[in-house]
């Protein structure tokens, strides 16, 4: 079991910026981070959206944290880029049966636990642990 690749690169994109504290260009973080020019700015477009990084454009634009590395989680960059964790595809966002069978489901239950615990885990995670 893995975290998506888009998932996998957003928190390199993210640790670079906590680890910089400074505005950053894209390709700068392209290249420190191993991550393709356009990968990277489609992940910055999200995490812009989801107000982890602030873009500023011009000669002296680039990308910094919106917020201090403490303040931003390992679970606010999933949700940025994949949404919602939940273990098993077979889960809605609640954690419900994306298929109508709630309750009758014999891993519903053991599936949403583990989720609910994957996700406080990643919560616990910030980005000044790191740097």
């Known amino acids: 079991m893995h975290i998506t690749l888009e998932a996998d690169y957003a928190m390199r994109i993210v640790g670079y910026l906590a680890k910089e504290k400074r505005r950053v260009g894209a390709k700068e973080l392209s290249e420190k981070t191993c991550v393709t020019l356009r990968f990277s700015l489609k992940i910055l477009r999200k995490l812009a959206a989801c107000g982890i990084v602030k873009s500023f454009k011009g000669t002296q ?3 910094e944290l919106a917020r201090t590395a403490a303040e931003v ?9 994949e949404g919602k964790y939940a273990l098993s ?8 049966c994306n298929r109508g069978m709630s309750g009758s489901c ?4 053991a599936f949403a636990k583990i989720s609910d615990i994957v996700e406080k ?3 616990n995670y910030t980005f000044d642990m790191f740097v």
């Open 61 to 63: 634009g680039g990308y």
């Open 73 to 81: 989680s390992m679970k606010d960059v999933i949700e940025a880029v």
């Open 106 to 109: 014999q891993y519903q239950c």
């Open 89 to 96: 595809r077979c889960l809605t966002g609640e954690y419900e």
């Open 121 to 123: 885990e990643l919560e």
